[in-house]
């Protein structure tokens, strides 16, 4: 299917444990992002991509890994987890890196025990 | 770093009431987004301002920039139960190299 998607939708893990959480787009967008969302704060970048094997830090970059090595994948990994990172996580995808032509995935919920 | 303020932060309607929601800054804006986030869901774009005093409409949805360019509302007028979500603001920072989001605005829609 075309689109961008993110998986798990679900993860429950461990403090210390290290989740990766993917992101895929079909569109073969040069852009894609990774965002936080948490309640009082909306949504908080991450990181973002520009194209494969570039990737740039956002607002809340610690405790995060990125890897762009396709164009259509954008991996994040919490290398340890924390509780501060249970949230929601969105990926995006956009082929101008203009925020108003932003797809965004579904979401993965993530809690960290 | 740039702050958005939403206010309110939730708002339950009857349906066909109008509202608006206010999404303000503490820096000068260079280019506000709405989106609408469906619950459990991406964000979808409404619409962009880029101009002092602009406001575009899209069917029952109104968004105005004021001229100062820090504060922006979007207004519904005549709400329905397919308008409850989250809406949520962003914008530029001036340097034009990082983006924010606003605090969100939850909205409910009683049939």
């Known amino acids: 299917d075309a689109g961008i998607t993110q998986s798990p939708r679900y993860k429950i893990t461990e403090t210390g444990r290290q989740v990766t959480l993917m992101c895929h787009q079909t569109w073969s967008h040069s852009y894609m992002f990774w965002y936080r969302q948490d309640l009082g704060h909306g949504l908080r970048l991450i990181y973002y991509s520009a194209a494969a094997d570039i990737t740039d830090k956002g607002e809340v970059p610690d405790g995060y890994v990125v890897s762009r090595s396709k164009t259509e994948n954008f991996p994040l990994t919490l290398e340890s987890a924390t509780r501060s990172q249970t949230s929601v996580y969105f990926c995006?995808?956009?082929?101008?890196?203009?925020?108003?032509?932003?797809?965004f995935g579904p979401g993965t919920r993530l809690t960290v025990l | 770093s740039q702050e958005l303020e939403q206010s309110p932060q939730s708002l339950i309607v009857q349906e066909g009431k109008n509202l608006t929601i206010n999404c303000t800054s503490s820096?000068?804006?260079?280019?506000l987004y709405w989106y609408k986030q469906k619950y459990g869901e991406g964000l979808i774009f409404l619409m962009m301002l880029q101009k002092g005093g602009e406001e575009k409409s899209h069917e029952k949805i109104t968004a105005k920039l004021d001229e100062k360019k820090q504060q922006s509302s979007l207004h519904i007028t005549a709400s329905q139960p397919s308008h409850a979500g989250i809406y949520l603001c962003g914008a530029d920072d001036d340097t034009g190299n990082q983006f924010y989001f606003g605090t969100g605005t939850s909205l409910t829609v009683i049939p």
């Open positions: 995006a995808s956009s082929e101008s890196g203009s925020y108003n032509e932003q797809f």
């Open positions: 820096k000068t804006l260079y280019g």
